[in-house]
């Protein structure tokens, strides 16, 4: 990997990084438990990109598929509270 795109991928890791600070925040002070579901989901999409990009600085495969199963984890999760929020039951 040449230099450039080393010190792209990393800049890129210390963005997501800093963006779950606000996600965070969001989740921890919502003002809804709709505004908290939608913090959690964007702090799980945040967290998958930090997983595919130290899988692409460590050149290992395997922890891509650790980004795809929380992803999948993530969309059931975010299904079940969803409903739970709408409905008051989760199944």
Same mark, same amino acid.
């Given at each position: 990997?040449?230099?450039?795109?080393? =010190?792209?991928?990393?800049?890129?890791?210390? /963005? *997501?990084?800093? %963006? @779950?600070?606000?996600? &965070?925040?969001?989740?921890? #002070? +919502?003002?809804?438990?709709?505004?908290?579901?939608?913090?959690?989901?964007?702090? =799980?999409?945040?967290?998958?990109?930090?997983? /595919? *990009?130290?899988? %692409? @600085?460590?050149?290992? &495969?395997?922890?891509?598929? #650790? +980004?795809?199963?929380?992803?999948?984890?993530?969309?059931?999760?975010?299904?079940?509270?969803?409903?739970?929020?709408?409905?008051?039951?989760?199944?």
């Amino acid at each position: 990997m040449s230099d450039i795109v080393l =010190t792209l991928v990393q800049v890129a890791l210390g /963005i *997501l990084v800093l %963006l @779950l600070i606000p996600c &965070a925040y969001r989740a921890a #002070i +919502g003002p809804s438990p709709a505004d908290r579901l939608q913090a959690v989901e964007t702090s =799980t999409t945040l967290l998958i990109g930090i997983i /595919i *990009l130290l899988a %692409l @600085l460590q050149g290992t &495969a395997f922890i891509v598929d #650790i +980004g795809i199963a929380l992803a999948a984890f993530g969309f059931i999760a975010t299904l079940a509270i969803a409903r739970y929020l709408s409905e008051g039951r989760v199944f």
